[in-house]
């Protein structure tokens, strides 16, 4: 079974991709950036993309059911890796109780100058 989740609260998709899809009990998301749903634009700053970004996922993950303590891995993708204390302090917030499974690579370029993106893969408990 594969489900497509389109998440009203979520920035649109800026290219041919849906916000999740659920196959089985899993939910496998699409990155999200730092974009404001409202006007598409990116905030100032690594602090506030990084939690907008989280936002943006937590609005996935409820359309689709699913809460961050139902996350079982992260990627996070940095336009500059000197922001990685920075970004763990705000991520700290978002993933109180269990922690996932996480990487953290920067890259080159990411979508709209953005300076973080995070994509999740999520289980639903049975």
């Known amino acids: ?10 920035p649109a998709a800026v290219g041919p991709y849906v916000h999740a899809v659920q196959a089985g009990n899993m939910v496998f998301t699409s990155g999200q950036l730092g974009l404001d749903p409202k006007d598409g634009t990116l905030p100032e700053g690594i602090e506030a993309q990084t939690h907008q970004a989280l936002k943006n996922l937590g609005a996935v993950l409820e ?5 961050y303590e139902d996350v079982v891995r992260t990627m996070v993708f940095l336009d500059n890796m000197d922001d990685f204390a920075a970004v763990n302090e705000i991520y700290a917030q978002y993933f109180k109780d269990s922690a996932p499974a996480r990487s953290c690579v920067e890259v080159a370029k990411l979508p709209k100058g953005g300076l973080i993106e995070i994509e999740a893969i999520a289980v639903h408990k049975d």
């Open 63 to 67: 359309a689709a059911g699913l809460g």
């Open 1 to 10: 079974m594969k489900k497509t989740i389109h998440a009203d609260k979520a």
